[in-house]
């Protein structure tokens, strides 16, 4: 199984970025997708989630209105567009797969497959 992240870069404050996710090795229509990304020094937070079954989605507090998920079963990529940037969302964004929304959204650390990063920098 591999993931496939980019999109990232340098952006100014208030822009938008539009981050894509290709998978391969598995069907994925039939797994749960989201995008999680760790700044230098703080904690991997969770930053949107979709589901496999009716593309329901969920997203973290701090990304609520700004950004979106979606996916496009027919080309295995699962997408994060983001709008209204803030230096605050400088970090590396990660792809990640589960068969189970709740690993996905409370588990982590349980997540079955992972992406390999993409570099996100906001500046002020």
């Known amino acids: 199984v591999q993931l496939q992240a980019s999109g990232g870069g340098l952006m100014q404050t208030g822009g938008s970025l539009k981050l894509s996710c290709v998978v391969s090795g598995l069907t994925f229509r039939s797994y749960n997708m989201g995008w999680f990304r760790q700044a230098p020094g703080k904690e991997r937070e969770f930053v949107a989630g979709?589901?496999?079954?009716?593309?329901?989605?969920q997203y973290g507090d701090s990304v609520k209105g700004r950004f979106t998920i979606s996916r496009d079963n027919a080309k295995n990529t699962v997408y994060l567009q983001m709008n209204s940037l803030k230096f605050e969302d400088t970090a590396v964004y990660y792809c990640a797969v589960d068969r189970y929304w709740s690993q996905l959204t409370e588990a982590p650390q349980r997540i079955e497959y992972w992406g390999q990063g993409t570099q996100v920098t906001v500046s002020s």
């Open positions: 979709i589901k496999w079954s009716d593309g329901s989605t």
